[in-house]
């Protein structure tokens, strides 16, 4: 690790941390305490005496569902498509077919986690999102608070490679957590998920984006290893 930059330490030890921190969290959703506190949250979000009723202005509710949409998973094919064929017209193949693998991967690890936790659905108040339809599925991790921490996360971070501005890369981690943050709340505040749901969506999401761009650093930089040692090679053999 002595060779590793800055970045990469610190990529390393927030994909640990996240690692640690959704299995602590995963074996803690079934516990008393913190279901009396998911509960809590969700219960503090509704009107007192009507629990089908946000707190707060009807701007408010509008845009928790704005931004639930936001890591819906239409919105988020559609943003990978168009970055995707993007990268295709501008010849860099390889970073389109690194942020499909790993969009793609992240939500198959999402739904083979959500099937094998089980945890249901909170059922304590009116589900405010898909309402007519229903909602159902599994909800530790939410897919939605996952998949939006995914995607934005392993685009910014792609998009952070093209600019040595300081400020720019700064913002391009800042923003897409940001998103996160929303999509994950509204998720709450909709009543589909526990606060512990878009905790554990958030850990995971942002293991696999973070991961996923640590392996294709080590793995750049172990190839420009190589072909350094194969020119210095070439040229003693000239010698």
């Not at 509710?61 to 890591?71: I, K, P, Y």
Request: hydrophobic share 50%.
């Amino acid at each position: 690790m002595k060779d590793w930059r800055t970045s990469e330490k610190i990529a390393f030890g927030l994909v640990a941390f996240c690692v640690v921190g959704f299995i602590a969290l995963a074996f803690s959703i079934e516990t008393s305490l913190v279901n009396a506190l998911d509960e809590s949250v969700i219960r503090r979000l509704r009107s007192g005496d009507d629990l089908d009723t946000l707190i707060g202005p009807h701007w408010l509710h509008e845009c928790a569902r704005d931004f639930t949409a936001l890591g819906g998973y239409a919105v988020l094919l559609t943003l990978t498509l168009l970055v995707y064929g993007f990268l295709r017209l501008e010849k860099r193949r390889a970073a389109g077919l690194f942020i499909v693998a790993t969009i793609v991967s992240g939500y198959v690890v999402s739904m083979v986690l959500k099937e094998t936790i089980g945890r249901p659905r909170p059922e304590i108040v009116k589900h405010l999102s898909h309402a007519d339809s229903g909602i159902g599925g599994p909800s530790f991790p939410s897919g939605h608070s996952t998949m939006s921490t995914v995607v934005y996360v392993t685009m910014a971070l792609m998009l952070s490679e093209l600019s040595s501005h300081k400020r720019v890369k700064v913002f391009l981690l800042v923003a897409p957590l940001a998103i996160a943050f929303v999509v994950g709340a509204s998720r709450v505040m909709m009543g589909v998920h526990y606060p512990t749901d878009v905790l554990g969506g958030w850990m995971v999401g942002l293991a696999w984006a973070v991961g996923a761009w640590l392996l294709m650093r080590l793995r750049r930089r172990h190839k420009s290893l190589q072909d350094q040692a194969t020119s210095e090679s070439e040229l003693s053999t000239r010698w």
